[in-house]
Antibody
Framework: QVQLQQSGPGLVEPSQTLSLTCAIS??????????WNWIRQSPTGGLEWLGR?????????IYADSVKGRVTINPDTSKNQFSLQLDSVTPDDTAVYFC?????????????WGQGILVTVSS | DIQMTQSPSSLSASVGDRVTITCRAS??????LNWYQQKPGKAPTLLIS???SLQSGVPSTFSGSGSGTDFTLTINNLQPEDFATYFC?????????FGGGTKVDIK
């Protein structure tokens, strides 16, 4: 059974960097079938995909245009986890952040999710 | 980006009812449509992938259909644990995009 355990701060000051980690059990971050994603949910309930990382003989990192230039998703094979960094945050980045495993294809359905972390951007 | 439009945004129903939620894509996505259920304070859970493929452990009272641009999630014999918010998501092209959600509450 795959489990994703998220960690990171729930409060970030404006202009700072949001950093979250997703620890994987039951699968491998460097496996050749899964895709590792970050998704956020706004306070009004909308879901927005932020990006993914996956390994297919080399590492791929794909990001949403809405956060491109501010976002980095990196695997950590030594700890079997992956991370999200979002730079220069504003109050508009306040959301619940989820990590999720993608399956079925590179652009996938999300079959396992982390528990979610509410991140508030405020001074 | 492919826009996903769900309707209705909310509905009220009773235990035992049949509920239908629709999802429309702004362009063809073949059968690359997935459905999720989300309860308050929890992560979404995958119900159906590829338009109609029920995930393991999901009750057979749930079913999905459609292809191209128009899709439907049907819940037969609505149970108390089915009151939740439902989202569709296209996995045809990057970025994957979600519908706005349909909240199913108790009449």
């Amino acid at each position: 059974q795959v489990q994703l355990q998220q960690s990171g701060p729930g409060l970030v000051e404006p202009s700072q960097t949001l950093s979250l980690t997703c620890a994987i059990s039951g699968d491998s971050v460097s496996g050749n079938s899964a895709v590792w994603n970050w998704i956020r949910q706004s306070p009004t309930g909308g879901l927005e995909w932020l990006g993914r990382t996956y390994y297919r003989s080399k590492w791929f990192h794909i990001y949403a245009d809405s956060v491109k230039g501010r976002v980095t998703i990196n695997p950590d094979t030594s700890k079997n986890q992956f991370s999200l960094q979002l730079d220069s945050v504003t109050p508009d980045d306040t959301a619940v952040y989820f990590c999720a495993r993608g399956a079925g294809a590179t652009v996938a359905y999300f079959d396992y999710w982390g528990q979610g972390i509410l991140v508030t951007v405020s001074s | 980006d492919i826009q996903m439009t769900q309707s209705p945004s909310s509905l009220s129903a009773s235990v035992g009812d049949r509920v239908t939620i629709t999802c429309r894509a702004s362009q063809t996505i073949k059968n690359h449509l997935n459905w999720y259920q989300q309860k308050p304070g929890k992560a979404p859970t995958l119900l159906i992938s590829a338009s109609s493929s029920l995930q393991s452990g999901v009750p057979s009272t749930f079913s999905g259909s459609g292809s191209g641009t128009d899709f439907t999630l049907t819940i037969n014999n609505l149970q108390p644990e089915d009151f939740a918010t439902y989202f569709c998501q296209q996995s045809y092209s990057t970025p994957p995009t979600f519908g706005g959600g349909t909240k199913v509450d108790i009449k």
